[in-house]
């Protein structure tokens, strides 16, 4: 069963520090998504990235974040200055089409801001 | 804008036994797709079931099953024959027809499988 890698698995960062989470989507897969779960709360929408851009993103996904696709297997989450609030677990998700029932998530990222 | 409700924060059911996690959404698209996550204590998101706004029959999975109710706005999530490794958090989602599909979760509800 192809399935979406995240790494590392927790990281721990100082406050104001850049973070970069790195996820390896399904080869074949066209369409990628991050997402954050702050602990004890609901999973929520950062960012989607299609065709080598971004093709939507929340209001959460300010500034401070980035995504790159830099090679033909990498999909990165970068956060420029990290805040406590940014302590989370990150998903990373990717689909062959743009229908979220083909949606596969990784294992997440845990990040913690001290 | 979407909205999941989830009310059920926790939920306990016997081994064996049926269980139904209640899930009511809002939308004023009229093509969306519903869909029902597991995520265990191992943090990961397992999809379990989906069911699109114009589908006729409930979608059914295996011992899952979602008892859709289009005009009162619910999506409840039914296991049958409950077994210890159903204990989990459970999320219901949204998605809509524009855009690239992203995803609204509602808050989760954790069931715990009981010996």
């Known amino acids: 069963e192809p399935e979406v890698t995240q790494t590392p698995s927790h990281q721990v960062t100082q406050m104001g520090q850049e973070v970069i989470l790195r996820c390896v989507p399904i080869s074949n897969h066209l369409y990628f998504y991050w997402y954050r779960q702050i602990l004890g709360q609901k999973v929520e929408f950062l960012v989607s990235?299609?065709?080598?851009?971004?093709?939507?993103k929340s209001e959460i996904f300010d500034d401070q974040f980035s995504v790159e696709r830099p090679d033909g297997s990498n999909f990165t989450l970068k956060i420029r200055s990290t805040k406590l609030e940014d302590s989370a677990m990150y998903f990373c998700?990717?689909?062959?089409?743009?229908?979220?029932?083909?949606?596969?998530f990784g294992s997440g990222t845990r990040l913690t801001v001290v | 804008a979407q909205k999941i409700t989830q009310t059920q924060p926790g939920m306990f059911v016997q081994e064996k036994e049926a269980v139904t996690l209640d899930c009511t959404y809002d939308t004023s698209d009229p093509s969306y797709g519903l869909f029902w996550y597991k995520q265990p204590s191992s943090g990961e998101m397992i999809f379990l079931i989906y069911?699109?706004?114009?589908?006729?029959q409930n979608a059914t999975e295996g011992r899952y099953s979602l008892n859709f109710q289009k005009a009162r706005k619910s999506a409840n999530l039914v296991i049958s024959a409950s077994q210890l490794g159903d204990s989990a958090m459970y999320f219901c989602?949204?998605?809509?027809?524009?855009?690239?599909?992203?995803?609204?979760f509602g808050t989760g509800t954790k069931l715990q499988v009981i010996p």
């Open positions: 998700a990717s689909s062959e089409t743009d229908h979220p029932r083909g949606y596969t």
């Open positions: 069911q699109g706004s114009y589908d006729q």
């Open positions: 989602a949204m998605s809509n027809s524009g855009g690239y599909q992203k995803v609204t």
């Open positions: 990235f299609y065709n080598n851009e971004i093709s939507e």
